[in-house]
Structures are given as C-alpha cells and as structure tokens.
C-alpha cells in the first residue's frame, strides 16, 4: 500500500509541485488547505489527492487533516522581501510551524519535513558556501522573513525524537515553471521578458527550479536522515547573466539602465511606499538588493551524495518558464 503525506502549503508555488511530484511518485497525497481554497496549479481531488480543510492556526483541524497519514511536508509559509517585522510573519511562519509540531505529534506522524529558506542561515557572515550544518542564530539573518524562518526550523530540529523524524530543506531562490501566480521572481522575469522593466540592478544569487525543489523535497522524504538539513540550490549566477538568458529566450531587449546600489538604497524607501498603498512589496527593496550583493553560494554536496539530488541547468529553468509564459499567453 502506498505511503500517505499531508502537505501543507500545497496551493503555493512550491506546495503545488511537492504534491505532483508526489503523486507521480506513487504516494497518496492530503492536500491540507484553509477552507475556500483551492488552486488550479493542482490536481482534482480524487486524482492521487484529497482536500483536508484546515488553518495553521488550529491545532485539533491540523490534527484531524493529518491523521491516517504517514508523513507531513510543512511547505505553508509567508514571504516577504522587506525589512518590515509583522505580526502575520510570525503568526504563520512561526507561530503555524508550532501547530503543525504539535498536531504531527498528535497524529502519530512518524516523519515531518519542513520547507525552511536558503535565508535561515547567517548570510551576512559571508561564510560561504553554506552547507547546510552552520549554526541556526535568527538575530543573524539578513530579514525578518529570514529570522521567522530561523525559529521555526529550530522548532523542528528540537521537535526530532525516535516517534517523530524531523528533516529541513532549503531551497534557494527558486523559479521555474509552473507559475501561475508568477512568484516575486517569475513576476520580475515576466516584466524583463515584455519589456516593462527598463532596469536592472547589480549582485547575483544561486537560483534553482521549483521542479528540482520539489523533487529533492521528495528525495529528502525518502532518504534523508533524521535531524539533517538539505539545502536545495541551482546554480550561483548574476542578474546581469538572467537578464541575458531572459532576452534571449524571450526575444526582449535587454535593459541599458543599471541602477547604482546607492541609489536603490536613497529611493526604496519611498517606493516600498507606494508599493505598500499598493498593497504590494517593491520589485527591488534595499534589503532585497543587499542580499544579491552577499554574493551568496553554496555546497549540494551533502544533498547531492545522501540524497541523489541533481539540479538541472539555469538555461534550461529560463527557457521552460519562458515557452511556459508564452504557452499561458502570459507574454502578451
């Protein structure tokens, strides 16, 4: 009989595909939604997937969504590219990993995997590559984002016992297609792609494709040792190379206008102001550019050797989103 998961997040970018890649595993999969929600980017239920209503804030729903299953993937989460510090942030990344915890415990689940961030690590150590096994400090993260993610995975590894395996991966910064939201970086890539983003900033990243996330997550599951962290990474490559596989893919013209650094850092302010009457986060805000100028990498050695994960190429990852932006007539 088939191992059951119950993944949480699952009408995300990420949590959408950790449930195909699933399925196409052989597994059974709970999608655990709150209730109303439901994304196109997954399944009907009832092929290789069932909806479980539940909300990260209500331990006994969470519990009676994962009950019956064998594992949990906790892929729900909020981002957030600012240096504000929100209650929400804490709410769900924190506050919602504690109940998933305990309704796990609750639900006799025997292995729990957490989607953590490439962020939850001390990046502005500059100690790189980052392995994956340097010491977990949320006061040494770069954003907020990074420090809530920080304490939910030291949460996780403090909730691994001999009833309850716990494993982390962290992804990078992850594109690729499908993306149907887009994400913050797809919506970026999509604007470079139609020519609605006339500029470019310095710095460069590791990028990796949210379908290799989602298969390591599934390798991880399967493979992984109790209490480890596996980073899950692409490539290290500038913004001036993406703009470049970009255009080429998509037949754009690449971007004469690079904006200095210094002078991001003089107007984010102001239009992380706008963007938030918006509703919205800025494209680019200053802590976001800080971090591509940290020049980050890191090792898959432990991912690639434990757990058989290969990466595909970044040409490869643009190309597809791009022929899958233009297959949604997303490129006008």
Partial sequence: MASTVAVTGCTGYIGSQIVHRLISTGYVVRCVVRAGHW????????????????????????????????????AAGMISTTGRRTDKLHTVNVLGTENVILA????????????????????????????????????????????????????????????????????????????RGPSRMGQVIL???????????????????????????????????????????????TIESLVSLVCVHSGATPPRVRVPVSLIRLISPAAQAIATLRGKEARFSKESVALLQLGVTVSLNRSRTELGYRPRPIEITIRDLIDWYRSEGMLG
């Fill in 39 to 74: 994304s196109k980017s997954l399944p009907h239920p009832g092929e290789g997937c069932s909806k479980h209503n539940a909300s990260l804030e209500s331990v006994p729903e969470l519990t009676s969504a994962f009950k019956g299953a064998d594992c949990v993937v906790h």
């Fill in 191 to 237: 604007e470079m792609a139609t020519g609605r983003l006339p500029v470019t900033v310095p710095g460069s990243f590791d990028f990796v494709d949210v379908r290799d996330v989602a298969n390591g997550i599934v390798l991880a599951l399967e493979r992984g040792s109790p209490g480890a962290t596996y980073v899950l990474g692409g490539h290290h490559t």
């Fill in 104 to 179: 796990s415990q609750a639900a006799a689940i025997r292995r729990l995997l957490y989607v953590s961030s490439i962020e939850t690590f001390p990046l502005g150590e500059r100690r790189f590559p980052i392995r994956g096994n340097e010491p977990i400090d949320p006061e040494q993260t770069i954003l907020p984002y990074g420090a809530s993610k920080a304490l939910a995975a030291l949460k996780v590894a403090s909730a691994s016992s001999e009833s309850l395996e716990t494993i982390a991966c962290a992804p990078t910064a992850v594109i690729g297609p499908p993306d």
